[in-house]
């Protein structure tokens, strides 16, 4: 039988023989020598693990030469450095705790740690940046070897433990390696590296119909749906720093989990497959949403089939769908897998190696590489016991589609075609846009996306659009229909000051996200989505009070203010900006004064700042009360065919979307709109980040706040 000669480099030797079935008797094309470091051999024959001096040991192995794998293995160099470390532990196996979900050692017992390296150094026949387990092989694997033996009399010595544990070291490279692990013995295998899975996606679409300036009169019926699902193939890559960990739980069972390094940062990639929804032979996805949305399905597929477009046209359009779900897919995953506790597996699967059959063994060998998709579906001896993607799934992906100007149209189809089908970067939500909101929104860069700064800006004049088009009833939706009003950004680099900026605007739609981590200074690329969904009665309630009457400007001055208010930092360096919001005095003075004479108030610095914020919430509160003027005359009976009345609607809502201010796209504008009504609508947002993540869906709506609370001086953030 095979050995490996140990010596304390001067006298003593001894020989730690190879079980069949070790890492190094399977595997190693030259057996090495090791010699100790740090104490004599003779000592480590004589202490026994019940000795408390053996509690702090702490030493290692030098390696005269790397060992390369080969055969059925990776063909990797062990101890690329040199070095074989050991210790002896008590209490928990992981220390420090770089991943979580510690495993506890129970008295009596201790567990000798071996700890080595593995890379692609010259030895090996293995590219650099090539990867085995996952993991880059060229920036080394870190693979640690855990075994319990007692630590009460009779106690094995130091050296039997390592002699054995050297002897029997298994690294699992093959399902074949998991069998012969002793129970309880746990290993671990870490670096930088990829997870790749592949899955079915079920998509729960839903449409958010907005209106446009051109709506016609009367309007058509709204010719889409809620809640039908398009089901894609879906495959995933999150690249991070991760650890995969192997656990004998007894003779027949096997945990292997994957663990994301504490606070390191990550990346999600995820592509929607084609093929698996069917559909024409120029499109797939497409007409599969549109089925999703639509009144008529097969009203829409003969609108499609009629419109003859070339190869090119339905590839754009195609294409645009495609990029619109694989970037709903990544955002969902990286909310998941962002917000994992420390102490959870983002992957975690327990084996009963009896029952695997070979379906069941490939799907193992696919993923002790870094490759899951096999755990997709059922498999003979394999239980799921957590996935991030099984989490995300279970209320389905919410995949929504905005149809700008779909009240001009009695088929969707016929919008998409005759506007443009693009997405949001951002989020991953669908935009079909009419001919006059494309020609805003559209980007030089083919199938990039849309220009969200643009888009921002005309999905919120939409928005305002849409809330006094069907406060009004002029537009008419059935009553289960929700507009959402949005605002979504996508930043490469976000700052501390800016992150909490983005908080505070979760909170102040009702929102409870955590706060900062305050060590962190960069949270990398950040997206950010908030939204607000309006029924019928919601929407109603952001024109009139219940009584019927429209709610006066002062009203939504104070609600604009207090949406300043909860939006600017205390300790920003613009924080002069929420004067205006909190104080009575000086917000009459100002108004008396107009903004032209604010020098006579305020610092020069901070005119530019002030005087921009008050217009847009005067711009706003006179907007929001002149349509609400109109829309308490228009439900009053029998003033709802009125032509003048339709034509003075029509008349405001132009002058308004030509007099919007840009702040209106931004946080400002969505928040403002809540607290006309807070708690009226459904609320939901998410930042998600590397280093945070926080995900909210929309929660129901709640009783409206009463009149007395709508001035910034008696409300409190929530």
């Keep these: 039988m095979p050995a490996i000669p140990i010596s304390d480099g001067v006298s003593v030797t001894a020989n730690a023989q190879l079980a069949p079935w070790s890492v190094l008797a399977r595997y190693a094309q030259d057996l090495p020598s090791l010699v100790t470091t740090a104490a004599p051999l003779a000592a480590w024959r004589s202490l026994t693990l019940s000795d408390p001096a053996v509690r702090s040991l702490d030493t290692g192995l030098s390696v005269q030469r790397p060992v390369a794998l080969g055969a059925s293995a990776a063909s990797l160099t062990l101890c690329g450095d040199g070095a074989v470390h050991f210790d002896i532990l008590t209490g928990a196996m992981f220390s420090p705790d770089h991943y979580g ?20 150094g010259a030895s090996a026949s293995l590219p650099a940046g090539s990867a085995t387990f996952g993991l880059d092989a060229s ?125 390191s940062d990550f990346s999600v990639t995820a592509q929607a497959n084609a093929g698996i929804t069917a559909g024409t032979a120029a499109f797939d996805l497409f007409p599969a949403v549109i089925r999703a949305i639509a009144s008529d399905a097969k009203a829409e597929d003969a609108e499609l089939q009629r419109a003859g477009l070339s190869a090119s046209a339905a590839g754009e359009i195609e294409e645009a769908v495609k990029c619109a779900v694989s970037r709903k897919l990544e955002v ?119 220009d969200e700064h643009k888009l921002r800006g005309v999905m919120a004049d939409s928005f305002l659009l849409t809330a006094v088009y069907r406060g009004s009833r002029t537009a008419l939706a059935p009553p289960e229909f929700k507009s959402t009003h949005s ?21 102040a739609i009702g929102l409870a996200p955590p706060a900062l981590p305050e060590a962190t200074d960069d949270f990398g690329r950040t997206a950010v989505h908030l939204e607000a969904d309006y029924d019928g009665a919601a929407t109603l309630a952001l024109f009139l009070d219940g009584t019927g009457q429209p709610h ?18 205390e300790n920003a360096g613009d924080s002069f900006r929420r004067k205006p ?32 914020d008050y217009l ?60 006309v009504a807070p708690m ?17 869906l929309p929660r129901p709506a709640s009783l409206p706040a009463s009149p007395a609370d709508r001035t910034p001086s008696a409300r409190t953030a929530p």
């Design 101 to 120: 979900d510690n495993l506890a050692i129970a008295d009596g017992e201790c567990a000798l740690r071996i700890g080595l390296t593995a890379n692609s």
């Design 139 to 263: 920036a080394g694997i870190e693979i640690a070897s855990y075994r319990l033996f007692p630590a009460r009399d009779p106690a094995p010595t130091v050296f039997d433990a390592l002699s054995q544990s050297l002897g029997e070291l298994v690294i699992p490279f093959q399902p074949d390696d998991l069998a012969p692990m002793p129970a309880g013995a746990v290993v671990t295998l870490g670096g930088s590296g990829s997870l790749t899975f592949s899955a079915a996606a079920n998509l729960l679409a839903v449409t958010n119909p907005l209106a446009t300036l051109a709506l016609p009169s009367p309007a058509p019926s709204l010719a889409v749906t809620q809640g039908a699902s398009v089901t894609t193939g879906a495959s995933w890559k999150i690249s991070c720093e991760y650890q995969l960990r192997v656990q004998k739980l007894d003779a027949l069972r096997v945990r292997l989990g994957w663990y994301r390094r504490h606070s």
């Design 332 to 450: 969902a995953l990286t909310a998941e897998f962002g917000s994992l506790a420390s102490d959870e597996a983002a992957f975690l699967y327990e084996l009963d190696l009896t029952a695997l059959d070979d379906a069941a063994r490939a799907a193992v060998r696919h993923a002790l590489h870094g490759d899951l998709s096999g755990f997709a579906v059922p498999r003979a001896g394999i239980r799921e016991v957590r996935s991030i993607l099984t989490r995300a799934a279970e209320s389905r992906f919410t995949f929504r589609v905005n149809l700008l100007g779909i009240f001009n149209y009695s088929s969707v189809t016929r919008l998409a075609l005759e506007g443009k089908v693009t997405w949001t970067p951002s989020t991953g939500e669908l935009v079909i846009a009419d001919q006059a909101s494309a020609s805003h929104i559209q980007t030089s860069a083919v199938n990039f996306g849309a």
């Design 487 to 507: 605002y979504f950004r996508l930043d490469d680099s976000t700052s501390l000051p800016e992150m909490e900026r983005y908080r505070m605007a979760l909170a």
């Design 552 to 569: 006066p400007v002062e009203e939504y001055e104070a609600a604009g203010r207090e949406a300043l208010q909860l939006l600017v930092p």
């Design 581 to 612: 919001a909190i104080d009575d005095d000086l917000w009459k003075r100002m108004k008396g004064l107009g903004n032209f004479n604010f020098n006579q108030l305020f610092p020069a610095a901070q005119v530019g700042a002030i005087s921009s």
């Design 616 to 675: 847009v919430i005067r711009w706003w509160a006179d907007a929001m009360h002149d349509a609400a003027v109109l829309i308490a005359k228009i439900l009053q009976p029998g003033a709802a065919n009125s032509d003048d009345l339709r034509q003075q609607l029509a008349k405001r809502l132009r002058k308004v979307v030509a007099d919007a201010h840009d702040q209106f796209g931004d946080p400002w504008g969505l928040v403002a709109m809540y607290r």
């Design 680 to 696: 009226q609508a459904s609320a939901g947002g998410a930042l998600a980040s590397p280093r945070y993540v926080f995900s909210a």
